[in-house]
């Protein structure tokens, strides 16, 4: 078992097509996990994620904020709080066009 705090874990900037978007890797392979990766998102006004899609799923909780998650679809609103279930292969976009972080957390399974 193990227990630290966040802020142990350095914040870094997200994939390439991001803007204002910093990650924090909690739970990794490295650390012994062997299925999934905890991540801890934080989106700065006027911060994106890339519109992208992938073959496996993610699930997200949203901690603070408010928000969209774009899909190809149009865009639904997200607030603190909500639970957010992106399908494999759903293309998407998660996006902060209010005036407060957004913090949230993402877990994905890992590739073996």
């Known amino acids: 078992m193990k227990?630290?705090?966040?802020?142990?874990i350095d914040a870094k900037n997200a994939e390439e097509?991001?803007?204002?978007?910093?990650v924090r890797w909690l739970i990794t392979k490295e650390m012994g996990a062997p299925n999934f990766a905890m991540r801890l998102f934080e989106m700065e006004p006027k911060g994106h994620s890339p519109f992208h899609s992938h073959p496996w799923e993610h699930e997200v909780f949203i901690l603070e904020?408010?928000?969209?998650?774009?899909?190809?679809?149009?865009?639904?609103k997200f607030k603190a709080g909500d639970v957010v279930f992106i399908l494999p292969n759903e293309k998407h976009q998660l996006k902060n066009k209010g005036e407060r972080t957004v913090r949230f957390l993402c877990l994905?399974?890992?590739h073996k």
């Open 3 to 8: 227990i630290f705090p966040h802020q142990d």
């Open 17 to 22: 097509g991001a803007s204002n978007l910093k």
């Open 65 to 76: 904020g408010e928000g969209f998650v774009a899909s190809e679809e149009g865009e639904k």
């Open 108 to 110: 994905v399974p890992l």
